[in-house]
């Protein structure tokens, strides 16, 4: 029998759930979030494994300040509507540079998820950074993107227009746009 590839492991382990709550016997501490290496394109594939639930996606990386202050609220948002709402994140640590490897920033992510709790799908990119926000026209992260439970994107954040003065952040602008989402069943 074949074994599942780690983004079909991931595939599944979003349609049949992931428990928020502790594993009988096993501390908080012990557990490991999922985490796999993924394409942009497949991140897109998990997005659409998600139809029917709102879906919150954060493009982030570790060396990126705003968006390790406003990481714990993706869990948040996880925690409070785990019915309705699919959290994802997708990193993109991995630049390209000679002698590295997608699969080399797990040491970077890694650690970071673990202590944020971040118990959803989260994915490393598998293309340098430079190449995703080029395939999606962005200019720099954070950026989160919200699809509705169609699985069509209601609303990017980010600020490549300078729209949110110093930044978006989750509790102005991203929980009241997934409360309202959330609302509209």
Known sequence: M??????????????????????????????????????????????????????????WSTWCLPCMKEFPHLVEIHEQ??????????????????NETAESMRDQVLPFLKSRRAFFENMISSDPDHIVMDKISLASIPAVMVFG????????????????????????????????LVSAK
């Open 149 to 180: 439970r169609d699985g069509e994107l209601v609303k990017r954040f980010d600020n490549d227009q300078g729209l949110y003065g110093e930044g978006f952040t989750y509790q102005d602008h991203i929980v009241p746009l997934v409360q309202e």
């Open 81 to 98: 509507f785990p019915e309705d709402v699919a959290c994802m994140s997708f990193n993109l640590n991995y630049i390209g540079v000679e």
């Open 2 to 59: 074949r074994s599942l590839t780690p983004f079909w492991s991931l595939a599944l382990l979003a349609l049949t759930g992931c428990p928020s709550a502790d594993p009988p016997g096993e501390p908080a501490a012990a557990q490991e979030p999922p985490l796999v290496v993924a394409s942009w394109e497949e991140a897109e594939q998990m997005v659409a494994v998600h139809r029917g639930k709102v879906v919150v996606l954060d493009l």
